[in-house]
């Protein structure tokens, strides 16, 4: 499986951002797929998790209420939709795969990763 994150770039306070990943190798639909962002001197963060069907989804409390998780499978893409942008927010996001099916919020079950995507949000 490959995965390739776009969408980041530089936003204000209170703005909004929409990332995209795209995934290739299998078929889409049998894996969750989860963003993780890693801050500059911070480890890497469970963001958001969508079900293979993207009826079910897992938020982490700093983001519950502001991001959006979302898929389209007939375009093997998911995508994190990012509103009310805050600085706490800049880090460089990660899309990923698991196989699993469990929601999971850990790094390690997840199996595959995308090359990141950078978001600054500044003043």
């Known amino acids: 499986v490959q995965l390739q994150a776009s969408g980041g770039g530089l936003v204000q306070i209170g703005g909004s951002l929409r990332l995209s990943c795209a995934a290739s190798?299998?078929?889409?639909?049998?894996?969750?797929m989860g963003w993780f962002r890693q801050a500059p001197g911070k480890e890497r963060e469970f963001v958001a998790a969508?079900?293979?069907?993207?009826?079910?989804?897992r938020y982490a409390d700093s983001v519950k209420g502001r991001f959006t998780i979302s898929r389209d499978n007939a375009k093997n893409t998911v995508y994190l939709l990012m509103d009310s942008l805050v600085s706490e927010d800049t880090a460089v996001y990660y899309c990923?795969?698991?196989?699993?099916?469990?929601?999971?919020?850990?790094?390690?079950?997840?199996?595959?990763w995308g090359q990141g995507t950078l978001v600054t949000v500044s003043s």
């Open positions: 990923a795969a698991d196989f699993a099916g469990g929601l999971g919020y850990r790094l390690y079950e997840y199996d595959y």
């Open positions: 969508i079900s293979g069907s993207g009826f079910s989804t």
């Open positions: 190798g299998r078929p889409f639909s049998h894996y969750v």
